[in-house]
């Protein structure tokens, strides 16, 4: 990790996390980083059973109170494609909007951009792969009709003043064709950036093969190369490398995250994919380590608690069943799970 600044005086309060650990060059000194939830997309695309619309309104409705930056309400792609979310214009429709919270939808065409800009999306999320096995497999085009796409969507964005980000799927490794396409993710960004004017990027480990020095590597080039891009990383914790890469990409200057709410998600034209990097899970751990996430943890919990009765099935996120790190229990042999109850302690 980088050494801390050496101007005390700048460090901001209250900073999370006491004693020694205040004087590591991990700890985050009140560092803001935003965090966009990606749960009701990413997450609720890949499940077997619909979630009616009015469950998913209040999904996000009760994410929009909990501090995150971003939510990613929807995709407006074919809902042949991905059936569970078919009911996007309705979601993005008659969800309630709180100040200061950015809504976007992911877009994989020109059709899906005029239905999301139709439908009031703050920002339209450009998706293509920078694998070109995987491009095909989802999007059902090649990178290159992808680009072509895309250009086009841009285009109608602008014309629409609504903004746009484009999220690179793959870009740490591919399923299907291994590290081939993650080797051009640069070519990609400069294409993004330089020629199509894009300044929001994100770069997408869809099924969780980053590891934290590629992580560290690629951040930190991006960064330096387009310092007035907004960086955004997007991991899943297939192989449980989810937190040590967030922490690889905050060192080398990220301070946008993608995560999902119980660690639900996953592409479902990406073989193996499973679950995004948890909201709350990493939320708690940020908190710990002295970074400004902008989250109430407790409001995170207090969601994530309700997503078994929505999903019907138990989701990936530990800190629902394990506690928070100071919630204490009773003496006792072999204490079953925590139940989640909120706890007074101020600390996460
Ligand atoms: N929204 C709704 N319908 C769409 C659409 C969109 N954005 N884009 C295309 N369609 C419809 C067309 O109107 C056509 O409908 P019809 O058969 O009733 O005439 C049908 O889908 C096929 O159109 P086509 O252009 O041939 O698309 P395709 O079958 O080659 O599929 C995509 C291309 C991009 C639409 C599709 O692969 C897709 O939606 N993929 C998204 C996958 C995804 O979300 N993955 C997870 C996130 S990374
Ligand atoms: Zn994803």
């Not at 939830?37 to 996000?60: C, H, M, N, S, Y």
């Not at 964005?157 to 590290?179: K, M, N, T």
Request: some cysteine; charged content about 15%.
């Amino acid at each position: 990790m980088s050494a801390p600044g050496r101007s005390q005086a700048l460090v901001p309060e209250p900073v999370r996390g006491e004693g020694a650990a205040m004087n590591t060059a991990w700890h985050g000194r009140g560092r803001r980083l935003a965090i966009h939830e990606v749960g009701p997309r990413d997450g609720l695309q890949a499940e077997a059973a619909f979630v009616p619309t009015a469950e998913k309104i209040r999904l996000i409705d009760a994410l929009s109170l909990t501090g995150v930056a971003r939510i990613e309400v929807t995709a407006f792609v074919s809902p042949r494609a991905v059936p569970a979310l078919a009911d996007a214009e309705p979601v993005m429709r008659g969800i309630r909007r709180q100040p200061g919270v950015v809504y976007s939808a992911l877009v994989p065409n020109l059709r899906g951009a005029e239905r999301a800009i139709d439908a009031g999306a703050d920002e339209l999320n450009l998706v293509m792969s920078a694998s070109e096995s995987h491009n095909l497999a989802n999007l059902r085009m090649t990178c290159a009709q992808s680009f072509q796409a895309l250009g086009e969507v841009v285009a109608l964005a602008r014309q629409a003043r609504v903004p746009v980000s484009i999220s690179l799927s793959c870009s740490f490794g591919c399923p299907i064709e291994g590290d081939a396409g993650a080797a051009r993710v640069p070519d990609w960004c400069a294409r993004f950036v330089d020629t199509l004017g894009v300044q929001r990027l994100t770069l997408c480990d869809t099924t969780g093969m980053a590891y934290p020095t590629q992580v560290h590597a690629l951040t930190g080039a991006t960064l330096q190369r387009w310092p007035q891009a907004e960086l955004t990383l997007h991991f899943h914790n297939t192989r449980g490398m989810g937190l040590a890469n967030i922490l690889a990409a905050i060192d080398a200057g990220a301070t946008r995250l993608d995560s999902a709410l119980g660690g639900l998600g996953g592409c479902p034209y990406a073989p193996g994919a499973t679950g995004n990097v948890c909201t709350e899970d990493i939320v708690h751990a940020l908190a710990l380590m002295g970074f400004d996430t902008g989250c109430d943890l407790a409001a995170l919990l207090s969601v994530a608690r309700r997503l078994p009765a929505l999903v019907g099935h138990p989701f990936p996120g530990q800190l629902v069943s394990a506690g928070r790190r100071l919630d204490l229990r009773p003496a006792g042999r072999a204490a079953p799970p925590f139940a989640g109850s909120p706890s007074t302690q101020e600390t996460p």
